[in-house]
Structure formats: structure tokens, C-alpha cells
């Protein structure tokens, strides 16, 4: 479970970092 949280949270801000 927290590996899975801090990966979509990871993956969030790479998107936004992307954007």
C-alpha cells in the first residue's frame, strides 16, 4: 500500500514537473 502511494505520488508530480 505504501509503496503503491509513494509511487503515484512520485508519479504526479513528475506530470507536473512534465507539464
Do not use: P
Not at 6 to 14: S, V
Request: charged share 25%; net charge positive.
Amino acid at each position: 500500500c505504501t509503496t503503491v502511494k509513494a509511487g503515484l505520488k512520485l508519479d504526479t508530480t513528475g506530470s507536473k514537473r512534465n507539464q
